[in-house]
């Protein structure tokens, strides 16, 4: 699963502060909002695994 699919399953909102990680040390990659230009270029990148909280944080680990 990518990341653009995560946001279409409406988990994602604007507001939504999202963490990509990408290591056993969950070492993040890119911070921030969705639309953000850092964030955009993960779109296409297959996830291994995703943590929504309810305080409206995302961490994605993607694959390695």
């Given at each position: 699963?990518?990341?653009?699919?995560?946001?279409?399953?409406?988990l994602?909102?604007?507001?939504?502060e999202?963490?990509?990680?990408?290591?056993?040390?969950?070492?993040v990659?890119?911070?921030?909002?969705?639309?953000?230009?850092?964030?955009?270029?993960?779109m296409?990148?297959?996830?291994?695994?995703?943590?929504?909280?309810?305080?409206?944080?995302?961490?994605?680990?993607?694959?390695?």
């Amino acid at each position: 699963m990518t990341l653009g699919k995560i946001y279409d399953m409406g988990l994602i909102k604007d507001d939504t502060e999202i963490f990509i990680r990408q290591d056993e040390n969950f070492n993040v990659l890119a911070h921030g909002n969705w639309y953000q230009d850092n964030m955009l270029e993960y779109m296409h990148h297959e996830a291994e695994s995703f943590t929504w909280q309810d305080d409206n944080k995302l961490y994605i680990d993607l694959k390695m």
